[in-house]
């Protein structure tokens, strides 16, 4: 008995496997099809795709890794990818997951209202020749980025040049990347492709898991238009169920890459899979069985509708984890040659109505379960809404012809991407700024993600500012207190506080980095908080390059506003170009824990609005309020950085957010004080405490170990210790009483003092308060009792 495939045996039509060294053999890959084209009468059936045959979908993920890894071997950097319709949508999904792209675009034959195309190029062998090319907006795809261009099939290389052509044209790349399962080129093809790849002037590589010759018998064509007509559409005495379910998908996230999908929107993707997939899980434990067992587990065979082919696949996939034998197929456009004879890929059939206004008809091979031992599967059809249509389930559409077979059917409807909604999402986000151009530090170690407002006068006189924001005509951040100066005496010791307290700093720098990477790993985006917590954010970041050259994390800093949240904009930019669940919020200190929850409510209000989910966790230098669980010290000490204001931070000014300044889109703004720029001691902080790494270097993993060891819950003391002095003062609000060494100091630089409350009264962490007071003629008083080293207190000008 043969066990060749029956269009080798019956009518000649062979494949040949070519690469001895190859993981995968074309056998393993793809059995010989026919179809009744007068352009092509074979059809290569994968065995790994999910289009005609049932497949196991652990092993259709596993073969786009499988060639996102060949891929990978060929970049050096980011890449984009595009997936050819209908066939390889999926595949190029995995592929572009696999190798974390850029951006994932599929082409489309898809008329999408208010989507504009791009550009487009043809396929000369295929029943449907136009591919549309319709990302949203178009700038998320036209870029110089290395373009990986994914088909399941290399047959002669011309619609991949084709395709690229009309790329390049468009915007012309340097490299491109063609990746398919089977490579099936003759000699005279690749030449052809060689010459083609030759005259763009770009570097053209192929990749495969397989390569292979199709041997073509003399008379295929006449050979299958001879064979019987197929019978297609089975049908059963009884007719199968029908039921329906409507899944949740938030309208912001793509389904799919039709009109792209971003690397930021892989978290996003991620968790609507999961929920969608829940929600499928309990609805299908609904359906009745036919045995009346209520513990029988029905086999599910999910079915993608065309283009959309990766959603049902993780769907599939999902199942499949949860215990249930699930295999994974899609719908097509494409006519074959149908036969139930042994050893053909293609044993049975359906042709139904397009769901969507098109006269040509619509296609399911197989469908039913591929092993034995398992039968009567659950049928369940995966689309979108714009094929959730009346033709759909009307006489002749896909339901129907499933149901007439006998078959039970599930029909699960995605809501999918609104692409207007998408377009919105999507909109240009202003860039980040960077030294020299703005601020003093180095380019590479912070992303100000800000708004330059040097230009704009928007300093006011301290009293004045202190009058119109206590009496509720402007709040803080919409205008800039002048910057205070200080005198000769006070920045010489500025300079021996930083000399004596350097390693102090670093031990602590050190230590709150190695507990960050600890807990949310190495990946990590690190996000300081304007301004204060800049230059902690920049010494981590040293620490970390420090203790693992290779460990570059980014770093950006961002504007919060007690009262007005966190930067809405800075927060999509970040979730569009990084992980949210990688990004760690960092600050210099804690005071009473105004910014700590602030920081918290805006994260769950952005999220509700539908952003991202971000990680509230704030990670600070010091934590003498018991606020946060990842800290340096819990100690109040002087943090040299806190002893200045633009002229240690990058000569940067605090933050504003002012509505006639900052736009709807617009980052919160600051300005960059280049006049200060003799003054600015910026780098030197930097520099000196960096300088005192290796000194600490033994001494890390025992201050980790004493911080991982303690009681890290947040006790809010410090807003406790606020509260009673504010009461036993007489002041009217918490919002006046600063607790903390920093805190303090921001007072004395920035606001209208009216007391400093110290512990004790010579203690060298405050040394620099007694001198700014005793040059502001502020009274300092000792409190014995005090839960902090010192607190100042804002003055009251309504009393």
Same mark, same amino acid.
């Given at each position: 008995?043969?066990?060749?495939?029956?269009?080798?045996?019956?009518?000649?039509?062979?494949?040949?496997?070519?690469?001895?060294?190859?993981?995968?053999?074309?056998?393993?890959?793809?059995?010989?099809?026919?179809?009744?084209?007068?352009?092509?009468?074979?059809?290569?059936?994968?065995?790994?795709?999910?289009?005609?045959?049932?497949?196991?979908?652990?092993?259709?993920?596993?073969?786009?890794?499988?060639?996102?890894?060949?891929?990978?071997?060929?970049?050096?950097?980011?890449?984009?990818?595009?997936?050819?319709?209908?066939?390889?949508?999926?595949?190029?999904?995995?592929?572009?997951?696999?190798?974390?792209?850029?951006?994932?675009?599929?082409?489309?034959?898809?008329?999408?209202?208010?989507?504009?195309?791009?550009?487009?190029?043809?396929?000369?062998?295929?029943?449907?020749?136009?591919?549309?090319?319709?990302?949203?907006?178009?700038?998320?795809?036209?870029?110089?980025?290395?373009?990986?261009?994914?088909?399941?099939?290399?047959?002669?290389?011309?619609?991949?040049?084709?395709?690229?052509?009309?790329?390049?044209?468009?915007?012309?790349?340097?490299?491109?990347?063609?990746?398919?399962?089977?490579?099936?080129?003759?000699?005279?093809?690749?030449?052809?492709?060689?010459?083609?790849?030759?005259?763009?002037?770009?570097?053209?590589?192929?990749?495969?898991?397989?390569?292979?010759?199709?041997?073509?018998?003399?008379?295929?064509?006449?050979?299958?238009?001879?064979?019987?007509?197929?019978?297609?559409?089975?049908?059963?005495?009884?007719?199968?169920?029908?039921?329906?379910?409507?899944?949740?998908?938030?309208?912001?996230?793509?389904?799919?890459?039709?009109?792209?999908?971003?690397?930021?929107?892989?978290?996003?993707?991620?968790?609507?899979?999961?929920?969608?997939?829940?929600?499928?899980?309990?609805?299908?434990?609904?359906?009745?069985?036919?045995?009346?067992?209520?513990?029988?587990?029905?086999?599910?065979?999910?079915?993608?509708?065309?283009?959309?082919?990766?959603?049902?696949?993780?769907?599939?996939?999902?199942?499949?984890?949860?215990?249930?034998?699930?295999?994974?197929?899609?719908?097509?456009?494409?006519?074959?040659?149908?036969?139930?004879?042994?050893?053909?890929?293609?044993?049975?059939?359906?042709?139904?109505?397009?769901?969507?206004?098109?006269?040509?008809?619509?296609?399911?091979?197989?469908?039913?379960?591929?092993?034995?031992?398992?039968?009567?599967?659950?049928?369940?059809?995966?689309?979108?809404?714009?094929?959730?249509?009346?033709?759909?389930?009307?006489?002749?559409?896909?339901?129907?012809?499933?149901?007439?077979?006998?078959?039970?059917?599930?029909?699960?409807?995605?809501?999918?991407?609104?692409?207007?909604?998408?377009?919105?999402?999507?909109?240009?986000?202003?860039?980040?700024?960077?030294?020299?151009?703005?601020?003093?530090?180095?380019?590479?170690?912070?992303?100000?993600?800000?708004?330059?407002?040097?230009?704009?006068?928007?300093?006011?006189?301290?009293?004045?500012?202190?009058?119109?924001?206590?009496?509720?005509?402007?709040?803080?951040?919409?205008?800039?207190?002048?910057?205070?100066?200080?005198?000769?005496?006070?920045?010489?010791?500025?300079?021996?506080?930083?000399?004596?307290?350097?390693?102090?700093?670093?031990?602590?720098?050190?230590?709150?980095?190695?507990?960050?990477?600890?807990?949310?790993?190495?990946?990590?985006?690190?996000?300081?908080?304007?301004?204060?917590?800049?230059?902690?954010?920049?010494?981590?970041?040293?620490?970390?390059?420090?203790?693992?050259?290779?460990?570059?994390?980014?770093?950006?800093?961002?504007?919060?506003?007690?009262?007005?949240?966190?930067? *809405?904009?800075?927060? +999509?930019? !970040? =979730?569009?170009?990084? &992980? /949210?669940?990688?990004? #760690?919020?960092?600050? $210099?200190?804690?005071?009473?824990?105004?910014?700590?929850?602030?920081?918290?409510?805006?994260?769950?209000?952005?999220?509700?609005?539908?952003? *991202?989910?971000?990680? +509230?966790? !704030? =990670?600070?230098?010091? &934590? /003498?309020?018991?606020? #946060?669980?990842?800290? $340096?010290?819990?100690?109040?000490?002087?943090?040299?950085?806190?002893?200045?204001?633009?002229?240690?931070?990058?000569?940067?000014?605090?933050?504003?957010?002012?509505?006639?300044?900052?736009?709807?889109?617009?980052?919160?703004?600051?300005?960059?004080?280049?006049?200060?720029?003799?003054?600015?001691?910026?780098?030197?902080?930097?520099?000196?405490?960096?300088?005192?790494?290796?000194?600490?270097?033994?001494?890390?993993?025992?201050?980790?170990?004493?911080?991982?060891?303690?009681?890290?819950?947040?006790?809010?003391?410090?807003?406790?210790?606020?509260?009673?002095?504010?009461?036993?003062?007489?002041?009217?609000?918490?919002?006046?009483?600063?607790?903390?060494?920093?805190?303090?100091?921001?007072?004395?630089?920035?606001?209208?003092?009216?007391?400093?409350?110290?512990?004790?009264?010579?203690?060298?962490?405050?040394?620099?308060?007694?001198?700014?007071?005793?040059?502001?003629?502020?009274?300092?008083?000792?409190?014995?009792?005090?839960?902090?080293?010192?607190?100042?207190?804002?003055?009251?000008?309504?009393?």
């Amino acid at each position: 008995m043969s066990f060749a495939p029956w269009a080798t045996r019956e009518l000649g039509l062979a494949l040949r496997h070519e690469d001895a060294l190859a993981e995968w053999s074309i056998a393993e890959l793809i059995e010989p099809g026919l179809r009744r084209n007068p352009r092509r009468a074979h059809l290569l059936v994968s065995t790994v795709l999910g289009k005609h045959l049932p497949t196991d979908p652990h092993r259709v993920i596993d073969a786009g890794n499988r060639l996102g890894d060949l891929v990978l071997k060929l970049l050096d950097g980011p890449a984009v990818v595009l997936g050819f319709a209908e066939t390889a949508t999926g595949l190029g999904h995995c592929v572009a997951a696999r190798i974390e792209a850029r951006c994932y675009l599929h082409s489309t034959r898809r008329d999408v209202p208010g989507a504009r195309t791009l550009t487009g190029f043809e396929e000369g062998h295929s029943h449907a020749t136009s591919h549309l090319l319709q990302p949203m907006p178009p700038r998320i795809f036209a870029n110089d980025l290395p373009m990986v261009l994914v088909d399941d099939e290399i047959s002669t290389g011309a619609t991949a040049i084709d395709a690229i052509r009309a790329l390049h044209e468009f915007m012309p790349r340097s490299h491109y990347i063609l990746a398919s399962l089977v490579d099936m080129r003759t000699e005279a093809d690749r030449t052809a492709f060689d010459k083609a790849a030759a005259e763009l002037g770009a570097r053209i590589d192929t990749v495969c898991l397989a390569t292979g010759q199709t041997l073509l018998p003399d008379g295929l064509v006449d050979a299958v238009a001879a064979l019987p007509d197929p019978e297609l559409n089975p049908v059963s005495d009884e007719r199968g169920s029908f039921t329906r379910i409507e899944l949740p998908w938030p309208n912001t996230v793509p389904e799919g890459g039709r009109h792209g999908l971003l690397s930021s929107d892989a978290p996003a993707f991620d968790t609507a899979v999961a929920v969608a997939a829940e929600r499928l899980r309990r609805e299908l434990a609904a359906v009745p069985s036919r045995t009346g067992r209520a513990d029988e587990v029905r086999p599910v065979i999910v079915l993608g509708h065309e283009e959309l082919m990766y959603l049902p696949l993780r769907l599939a996939a999902a199942l499949a984890e949860d215990g249930i034998p699930t295999r994974y197929q899609t719908t097509t456009r494409s006519p074959a040659y149908v036969l139930d004879e042994p050893g053909y890929p293609l044993r049975r059939g359906f042709r139904f109505t397009a769901p969507e206004p098109d006269d040509a008809p619509r296609f399911l091979y197989n469908a039913r379960w591929p092993e034995p031992g398992l039968s009567d599967p659950i049928l369940l059809v995966v689309i979108d809404e714009p094929a959730d249509t009346d033709r759909l389930t009307g006489p002749g559409g896909l339901i129907d012809v499933l149901t007439a077979s006998g078959a039970d059917v599930a029909l699960a409807v995605i809501p999918g991407a609104d692409p207007r909604a998408l377009h919105a999402a999507r909109a240009a986000l202003p860039e980040p700024l960077r030294g020299p151009d703005f601020g003093s530090y180095a380019p590479d170690e912070v992303a100000w993600l800000l708004k330059d407002l040097s230009d704009v006068d928007l300093e006011a006189e301290v009293a004045e500012r202190e009058q119109r924001i206590q009496a509720g005509e402007a709040h803080y951040a919409e205008s800039l207190p002048v910057e205070y100066q200080p005198d000769a005496a006070y920045r010489e010791l500025f300079d021996r506080v930083l000399e004596e307290s350097a390693e102090r700093l670093a031990l602590a720098v050190a230590t709150v980095a190695e507990l960050v990477v600890a807990e949310r790993g190495e990946d990590v985006v690190l996000v300081s908080l304007a301004r204060a917590g800049t230059p902690v954010g920049i010494l981590m970041r040293r620490w970390l390059r420090f203790r693992s050259p290779a460990l570059d994390a980014p770093h950006y800093a961002v504007s919060i506003v007690r009262d007005r949240g966190i930067d *809405a904009t800075a927060l +999509d930019y !970040l =979730a569009r170009h990084h &992980d /949210p669940s990688k990004v #760690v919020f960092v600050d $210099g200190w804690t005071g009473k824990g105004a910014i700590t929850r602030e920081l918290s409510e805006a994260l769950d209000a952005y999220h509700a609005a539908g952003g *991202a989910r971000f990680d +509230d966790e !704030l =990670a600070v230098l010091a &934590d /003498p309020g018991a606020c #946060v669980r990842t800290y $340096g010290t819990r100690d109040d000490f002087l943090i040299a950085s806190a002893c200045l204001n633009s002229t240690v931070s990058g000569l940067v000014s605090r933050t504003v957010l002012n509505d006639t300044l900052i736009l709807p889109g617009d980052f919160h703004g600051a300005k960059f004080y280049r006049d200060l720029a003799a003054d600015d001691v910026s780098g030197r902080l930097l520099d000196q405490v960096s300088a005192k790494f290796e000194a600490v270097r033994p001494r890390v993993a025992e201050s980790v170990a004493a911080v991982l060891a303690s009681d890290r819950t947040p006790t809010w003391a410090g807003w406790a210790s606020v509260e009673k002095v504010r009461a036993e003062y007489g002041i009217s609000s918490v919002n006046f009483v600063k607790p903390g060494v920093g805190e303090t100091t921001r007072v004395l630089l920035r606001r209208m003092p009216w007391k400093v409350l110290v512990r004790e009264e010579h203690a060298p962490d405050h040394a620099h308060i007694r001198l700014l007071a005793r040059a502001r003629g502020v009274p300092v008083e000792v409190v014995p009792d005090l839960a902090y080293a010192c607190m100042g207190l804002i003055k009251d000008v309504k009393q």
